[in-house]
């Protein structure tokens, strides 16, 4: 499942958004202060929208230009065949 993605260092390119075929991650305009005073920014960057349709595939992971998507993949208790 999806856990996070690194706003802070995200460039916005909206690649995850694209890959994502489960429609989990959005591509939403956010205010970026910069380091210039008075001076704000808007751009877009990822959210994670449907966490619980994450099906684990990890393509926003492996796609991501700047490795900055964190994906854990499921683990549930199996019972044993014994």
Request: glycine share 4%.
């Amino acid at each position: 499942m999806i856990e996070t993605i690194d706003l802070e260092r995200c460039t916005g390119c909206g690649i995850c958004d694209i890959v994502c075929p489960a429609d989990v991650i959005h591509m939403t305009e956010a205010t970026v202060h910069s380091e210039l005073p008075g001076l704000v920014e808007r751009r877009l960057l990822p959210v994670i929208k449907y966490r619980e349709h994450c099906i684990t595939c990890f393509n926003c992971e492996i796609y991501c230009p700047e490795k900055i998507v964190d994906v854990h993949p499921v683990v549930k208790n199996r019972p044993r065949p014994w």
